[in-house]
């Protein structure tokens, strides 16, 4: 199946610091990539739709400005956690193409 | 607004043993349906999808799904369950018909499978 990788897998930062994570489609093209959230021993949660072009599209309740998408390229969206606190501390996933090929997931902690 | 319900928190389940995994949806139209298997710490891995067609799916390892419209239900089967396949499983359900451009998905609690020796 297709590959989708995310990068860095796990990142530590300090409380106030601003975190880039990237998502790319390796063997093809994605238009439309998705990020989601998950909490320990819970479900994931749909946080946006990146758009290859145009601006993303947040679920409701999830800050904008908060975490920044850009989707400059059909491979690679970009997931940037802005002034990061304790509480954005997460796994963050995304996926990409109609069968969503899934990322293997970036744990995020902020200390 | 579609919904996705896997009424089992945690299954456990003998090695050799059959393994049956419910998911029950919420959806207006056709549902689009998907079930995920998740390691510890990594992401999501497709199991096997059901976008029409024969309601009885298989999938990779080993595993089948059944659509029942009637029921609601896409239940996740193995006949004989490895140790390999303790991890946690996620149903899902696609808002909208799959095109290129992808739908964004809604999931289930999930279910954590864990496999005795």
């Known amino acids: 199946g297709a590959v989708v990788s995310q990068h860095p897998s796990r990142v530590i930062c300090k409380s106030g610091t601003s975190v880039k994570i990237e998502c790319r489609s390796l063997?093809?093209?994605?238009?439309?990539m998705f990020w989601y959230r998950q909490f320990p021993k819970q479900s994931l949660m749909l946080m946006a739709t990146s758009n290859e072009g145009s601006k993303a599209t947040y679920e409701q309740g999830v800050e904008k400005d908060k975490f920044l998408i850009n989707h400059a390229s059909l491979t690679l969206s970009t997931l940037t956690v802005t002034s990061a606190h304790p509480e954005d501390s997460s796994f963050y996933i995304c996926?990409?193409?109609?069968?969503?090929?899934f990322g293997p997931g970036t744990r995020l902690t902020v200390l | 607004a579609q919904s996705v319900t896997q009424p089992d928190i945690h299954i456990t389940v003998s090695e050799g043993a059959s393994l049956e995994l419910r998911c029950n949806y919420s959806y207006g139209a056709t549902p689009y349906l998907f079930w995920y298997v998740q390691s510890p710490g990594q992401g999501l891995q497709l199991l096997l999808k059901y976008f029409s067609g024969d309601t009885l799916v298989q999938g990779i390892k080993g595993f089948e799904a059944e659509f029942k419209r009637s029921q609601s239900s896409f239940n996740l089967r193995k006949p004989s369950v490895h140790w390999s396949d303790a991890a946690e499983y996620f149903c899902?359900?696609?808002?909208?018909?799959?095109?290129?451009?992808?739908?964004?998905?809604?999931f289930g609690g999930g279910t954590r499978v864990l496999v005795k020796p």
């Open positions: 996926s990409a193409s109609h069968e969503q090929f």
């Open positions: 063997d093809f093209q994605a238009t439309t």
């Open positions: 899902a359900v696609a808002q909208g018909a799959p095109k290129a451009a992808g739908n964004k998905l809604t």
